[in-house]
C-alpha cells in the first residue's frame, strides 16, 4: 500500500469509530495502546465501554493521521476537524503518556462547532 491509501484506510476506521460515538452518544474516545492492540474506549458520563483493534499497521496508521491532523507534531492537544455524518465537527485531541506509550483522548464537539 502507498501512503494515500494508508491514510483513506486509517482515515475510514476513524470515521467508523467516530460514527459509533456519535451514534451512541459518546463524549469522549480514548486510544490507548496495548500488548493486545490499541484499546479503543468510548466514554459516556464518565462510564465507557470498548473494543480493541489487533491490526498493528492500522493502529500505526491511525495515530500517525490523528498527530498529523490534530497538529500534535509538537504540542501535546490540538484539534482535528472532522466532517461526520455530513457536518463539520471540532474535535478536541490530548496526547498523554500511558505506561511509556502516546495514548489519545479525542473529545467530541456537537456537529457544526
Known sequence: MNEQQDDERAAAYLNDIL?????????????????EGLEICFVRAGSGSGTVLKDR???????????????????ASGTMNWNL???????GVE??????ESSFRLKLGKPGD
Open 85 to 91: 455524518r455530513g457536518r463539520d465537527c471540532a474535535i
Open 57 to 75: 499497521e492500522l493502529e500505526s496508521e491511525i495515530v500517525q493521521l490523528i498527530v498529523r491532523r490534530a497538529g500534535l507534531e509538537n504540542q
Open 95 to 100: 496526547e498523554y503518556d500511558s505506561f511509556g
Open 19 to 35: 460514527d459509533q460515538a456519535a451514534e451512541a452518544g459518546v463524549d469522549t474516545i480514548e486510544l490507548e495502546r496495548a500488548p
